[in-house]
């Protein structure tokens, strides 16, 4: 039986010009960032005003930074220490792949508490700014690992599963896109509407909503997502991603109702 939806071959290189190349994944990076940024720069501008318009401009280096180590120092800790024990040099080839989001948001988690800490900025205000805006990043991140044909999902029988490159000819959901729905617009849209409602006068509230539904929206999707083969399924059959997902949303709830019971800023 051949599936009702076809994989769209995407050449993952968007633009190449002899030896150099520049891929959709490394610009769906660079547009989350730029996105993001302007996006919080117009947070900044709306009460209650306790983040400076310029120190997200400066902020935009240390997110990278927070991304990118964050992100593969959590690969290498969460998901393959064993393999670069043995390999170390392996950690710095990040053109052969290996991002974790949770080493990532670890990653500028502490970027967050270090630039605001320096700036005298309060570091929950700032982070529910940074909060509101991550879901752009997410979702374009998705989009570029279903380009990729990776992170596939489990095998399926639906009307709209496909047959990915590299993983077998069996009809498979296409689980980035569930992903990219669920943790990039759904969590946008919660959290754009979450501070129209004016939650960013209470600083913690939007960051711990954001921790609280990417918990379970990645929770949710890695029940259609094939785990990683050299991970397979863990303790009480969840996946890595379940497990790591697990504190986010504890920490997620903790700090809203901290924050609801905190001091709340403008009017």
């Known amino acids: 039986m051949f599936p009702a939806l076809l994989f769209p071959v995407i050449d993952p290189i968007a633009v190449s010009v002899g030896p150099f190349a520049i891929r959709w ?9 730029l996105l993001g940024w302007f996006y919080a720069v117009r947070l900044s501008r709306r009460s209650p005003l306790l983040v400076p318009r310029a120190s997200l401009d400066d902020f935009v280096l240390y997110a ?6 964050g992100g593969r120092l959590g690969y290498v800790v969460f998901y393959q220490p064993e393999y670069f024990i043995v390999h170390p040099m392996a950690i710095f ?29 309060p570091i929950l205000a700032f982070g529910d700014v940074i909060a509101a805006v991550a879901p752009i990043g997410l979702f374009l991140g998705r989009v570029a690992n279903f380009v990729n044909g990776e992170l596939w999902g ?10 990915f490159p590299g993983a077998g000819v069996e009809p498979r959901h296409p689980s980035q896109l569930y992903q990219a729905m669920m943790e990039g617009i759904l969590l946008f849209i919660i959290l754009w509407l979450a ?26 999707g890695e029940f259609f997502r094939e785990p990683d083969s050299f991970k397979g399924f863990l303790t009480l059959g969840l996946t890595m991603g379940q497990w790591l997902s697990l504190p ?11 924050a609801a019971r905190g001091r709340q800023y403008g009017q």
């Open 25 to 33: 994944y490394a610009l769906a990076y660079i547009a989350g960032i």
């Open 64 to 69: 990278v930074l927070g991304v990118i180590i």
């Open 93 to 121: 080839q990040l053109w052969q792949g290996g991002m974790s989001f949770h080493g990532g948001m670890l990653g500028v988690v502490l970027a967050i508490v270090v630039f605001a800490w320096r700036r005298k900025i």
């Open 154 to 163: 489990r095998t399926s029988t639906a009307p709209w599963a496909m047959v």
């Open 195 to 220: 501070e129209r409602q004016g939650w960013r006068r209470r600083p913690g509230m939007m960051m711990g909503l954001f921790l609280m539904g990417y918990g379970l929206f990645r929770s949710l």
């Open 248 to 258: 986010m949303i504890l920490v997620g709830v903790y700090l809203m109702v901290r």
